[in-house]
């Protein structure tokens, strides 16, 4: 025991007023906090009416345990996805993406977050309580705030949002991804564009923006292999062997083009080049296509261009007479093996590898068709 925690005082409390603050639509009674435990963890009363939940997100640093005391939840966490009602209780481990939403015109929970401090975020954007009830004038909710303070605000504290490709990845279940994700303001490098599923057309709209899936032309080869270099070395470390791989493939596919059976789609917005994939043929296996180089910007990550591409190839494969699709990726790549095994991809083999620098898992998929 250390000498902060045998100064603490034992308390007894109850919300009230003064002690209790409106935050985003939600009251908040703070009955003990991280000052008041050493440190140890926060509790609050809250009170919420549906629709003022948070946007999905993860703690670096906190565990939560909500206790329902009123209302119903629909909890998401890490692909998991429960009902919580009265007398039942909620544990959201830290590093695991969560979600709730109300399932009942109002909730009342008890929350307590440890290790404690992380209410101070809160505090600072909140403004005192003028009763104990949930404000009812108009105020600032997640859906109608811009925030961009608010998650900067939560950045010190280990506290992030997830993006909608995240949401898709991380809460499979959650409602919005699986229809139309329509987040609030978020600070963000891509378009402000609602999350929907693409017709593979050649030509795709996402709200005012229309991404164009068109054939390679001069130009395209060089900034698929600087692009692929640029990016895994920047977001996975990889060394310039992988450049290199990635360089070899271009030209392996520019000297032997079959027009027949081959192919490469540009993902491109506004003259931007965006995404690329490449389909060619399995040249020791009769009937197999090899599904190659495919890659998102990141600039266009979560707005289902990936998902675009691989459909594209998928159906210019049938077309041609292909009766199987294999590919060859790495475990860590879950954005793009979400994509495959949506698209009906089965992973037939793994195994463990040291290239491009580091250590990775070797996966070979298949579809067949």
């Not at 100064?7 to 008041?36: C, N, Q």
């Not at 939840?73 to 919580?84: M, N, P, S």
């Amino acid at each position: 025991m250390n000498a902060e925690q045998t100064m603490l005082e034992a308390f007894k409390r109850r919300p009230t007023v003064e002690m209790s603050t409106w935050y985003k639509g939600i009251l908040v009674s703070h009955l003990a906090t991280g000052k008041d435990t050493g440190g140890a963890f926060d509790l609050v009363m809250s009170r919420m009416r549906s629709g003022t939940e948070p946007p999905p997100h993860i703690h670096e640093r906190e565990h939560e345990v909500f206790y329902v005391l009123e209302g119903e939840l629909e909890v998401y966490v890490a692909g998991e996805h429960f009902r919580a009602g009265v007398g039942e209780c909620v544990f959201l481990p830290a590093r695991k993406a969560h979600a709730f939403k109300i399932a009942s015109p109002e909730i009342r929970m008890l929350a307590m977050i440890t290790p404690g401090g992380f209410l101070d975020s809160i505090g600072s954007m909140a403004m005192p309580a003028r009763k104990l009830d949930i404000p009812r004038d108009e105020i600032l909710t997640y859906v109608t705030a811009n925030l961009e303070e608010t998650a900067k605000i939560f950045e010190r504290y280990g506290v992030r949002f997830l993006s909608a490709e995240e949401i898709v990845l991380e809460l499979p279940q959650y409602p919005s991804a699986t229809q139309e994700i329509v987040l609030p303001l978020m600070p963000t490098t891509t378009p402000n564009i609602a999350f929907r599923s693409l017709t593979a057309s050649d030509n795709v709209h996402l709200g005012r923006k229309s991404y164009v899936l068109r054939p390679n032309r001069p130009g395209d080869m060089g900034w698929v292999v600087s692009r692929h270099g640029e990016l895994y070395a920047r977001e996975y470390g990889w060394d310039e062997h992988f450049e290199a791989l990635v360089a070899n493939l271009v030209v392996e596919f520019v000297t032997n083009f079959d027009a027949q059976v081959e192919r490469c789609w540009i993902g491109e917005c506004d003259g931007e080049r965006l995404g690329s994939i490449f389909l060619v043929r399995d040249r020791d296996k009769q009937g197999v296509a090899k599904l190659r180089m495919l890659l998102v910007d990141p600039s266009a990550r979560g707005l289902g261009l990936g998902k675009a591409l691989v459909r594209e190839c998928l159906e210019f494969a049938r077309k041609a007479g292909y009766r199987r699709v294999s590919l060859w990726t790495v475990s860590m790549l879950s954005a793009a093996i979400h994509i495959y095994r949506q698209a009906g991809f089965k992973l037939i083999s793994e195994e463990q590898a040291h290239r491009f620098g580091v250590d990775m898992v070797d996966q070979i998929w298949e579809l067949e068709l």
